[in-house]
């Protein structure tokens, strides 16, 4: 177990909707990151969160917004969805903002679009 | 930025035989070298890690190699056993941002 929390585990929506995934890092981590993971795809970064501030964006479409509470929880808001956003999303914490401290991923949410 | 290839995309082994995976980065800067395992149905798991100033490291069955002049690392998997059986991700990171390999898919033949 990593320590990292993520829900909800599957969700299913219609085209159009609007959803919320929510993260819980690992104890005592500042930093918390969100990927994509498409069918045979890898993992696509799309924005890091480090104690409360937006710290870098990737592959992030201006659909998609993130953002990081006090208390460190994470949320990743998909708007007027698409099929082609279903995919695997992954949130990840790490103990500082920098990219070269370890990563730890949660099990993520199973996004499907229909 | 940085670009990480992975070889190869898939991998059959015997149980009990060695699998190498192999990846090349192109960031001189890049100083961290994580590698994850990816069970179906779970996220990434990190499995074991090199930083710039070391050319190897082992843990158990698993190692990894650096070689900073030819920027390319590797693991090596011995004694292979079913639970090894997943998709495994390179990554190299220059402080500022993790990129990924496209991932190996390796299967263990019992």
């Known amino acids: 177990d990593s320590g990292v929390t993520q829900t909800p585990k599957h969700l299913i929506t219609a085209t159009g909707q609007r959803v919320t995934l929510r993260c819980s890092p690992r104890?005592?981590?500042?930093?918390v990151y969100w990927y994509q993971q498409s069918l045979d795809q890898g993992l696509q970064f799309l924005i890091q969160?480090?104690?409360?501030?937006?710290?870098a964006k990737g592959n992030i479409l201006e659909r998609f917004s993130a953002q990081q509470f006090p208390d460190l929880h994470s949320e990743l808001n998909l708007s007027s969805l698409e099929l082609g956003d279903s995919a695997l999303y992954f949130c990840?914490?790490?103990?500082?903002?920098?990219?070269?401290?370890?990563?730890?991923f949660g099990n993520g949410t199973r996004l499907t679009v229909t | 930025g940085e670009n990480v290839e992975q070889h190869p995309s898939t991998l059959s082994v015997q149980e009990g035989d060695s699998a190498v995976i192999k990846c090349t980065y192109s960031d001189s800067a890049s100083n961290y070298f994580p590698w994850y395992k990816q069970e179906l149905g779970k996220g990434p798991q990190l499995i074991i890690d090199i930083r710039s100033n070391v050319g190897e490291k082992k843990d158990q069955r698993i190692a990894v190699t650096l070689n900073k002049t030819a920027k390319h690392f590797s693991l090596h998997i011995t004694e292979t056993q079913p639970e090894d059986s997943a998709v495994y991700f390179c990554a190299a990171s220059n402080d500022y941002k993790l990129s990924f390999g496209a991932g190996t898919t390796v299967t263990v033949r019992a």
């Open positions: 969160y480090y104690n409360g501030e937006e710290r």
């Open positions: 104890s005592g981590d500042l930093s």
């Open positions: 990840a914490s790490s103990a500082q903002g920098r990219d070269n401290s370890p990563l730890h």
